[in-house]
């Protein structure tokens, strides 16, 4: 996929995040990894832009050392991106601020193994990273300490995080997240759901890998 095509494909997600009210207005992030002639880095949507709003020269490049062309601004929360590219084996990025990853953030350590679609994150639980100033480097280590075995996190009073080997592998893993999020949630309005057993959800982790490959 050559550099106009990813940008369309930000564009597209991001735009999801409004006609699907997944990630309000402004909020939540998306990028893809990608190579310009010799340097390495990846594609993100800008900062403080209207997801709804966006266009091609809006979407940034940032290198793997954290370099921008002048006159461009990324999304702040670029550095958790870059992180995410040098130690997660992933081809794309989603942050949204979708409403039940923010609610379950705000109330919940660890959302645990009440459903074994869990599983779908290549873990036996969703993750909530600790709270840290947005943009931050401490945000992004917190992040990265709870992504070293999973494909997707929550973040503690802020919203969620999910990677891919796609664009649209991360968004439909975002989604996942998302319904996951609002069943324990209503859960627990009633009472705290019964647990999957450590023995069964490594039974689901073993065959759910091959879920979405037929």
Request: aromatic share 10%; hydrophobic share 35%.
């Amino acid at each position: 996929m050559n550099e106009l095509d990813k940008k369309r494909q930000i564009i597209k997600y991001s735009q999801l995040f409004s006609t699907n009210s997944f990630s309000p207005i402004r909020s939540g992030n998306i990028s893809i990894k990608h190579k310009r002639k010799d340097v390495e880095g990846f594609l993100i949507s800008p900062s403080g832009k209207k997801n709804i709003e966006l266009n091609a020269t809006d979407i940034v490049f940032v290198s793997m050392s954290g370099e921008v062309k002048k006159n461009k601004t990324p999304s702040s929360e670029w550095r958790f991106h870059l992180d995410l590219y040098k130690s997660v084996k992933c081809n794309a990025i989603v942050h949204a601020h979708s409403k039940f990853s923010v609610i379950c953030s705000c109330l919940f350590k660890e959302i645990p193994s009440f459903h074994y679609m869990i599983a779908l994150i290549e873990s036996k639980s969703i993750k909530v990273a600790k709270y840290a100033l947005y943009g931050s480097k401490k945000l992004s280590k917190n992040i990265l300490e709870v992504m070293k075995n999973s494909k997707g996190c929550l973040i503690s009073n802020h919203g969620q995080v999910t990677v891919g080997d796609s664009i649209g592998e991360a968004y439909e893993l975002a989604e996942e997240v998302e319904l996951l999020c609002e069943y324990y949630y209503h859960c627990k309005l009633y009472k705290d759901p019964k647990i999957i057993s450590t023995k069964e959800m490594n039974k689901v982790l073993e065959k759910i890998l091959n879920y979405k490959k037929k």
